[in-house]
């Protein structure tokens, strides 16, 4: 009997901050990840315009 464990996949719906750090952690462990975004940009409301007040100044 063997004693490695299977390889995981795991999907990620989302592509936001999140959801990286979710991408890592399961690479990290050995899983194979796909993210999937329906935006035309990845990063998520965060990165793009929320969070980061340097987005918003260069659109200024």
């Known amino acids: 009997m063997s004693s490695s464990r299977p390889t995981r996949h795991i999907a990620i719906i989302g592509s936001g901050s999140a ?8 690479a990290e462990g050995g899983a194979r990840v796909s993210i999937i975004e329906g935006a035309d940009v990845i990063g998520g409301c965060c990165v793009n315009v929320g969070c980061v007040p340097s987005k918003i100044l260069i659109r200024a």
């Open 19 to 26: 959801a990286f750090a979710c991408a890592i952690k399961a």
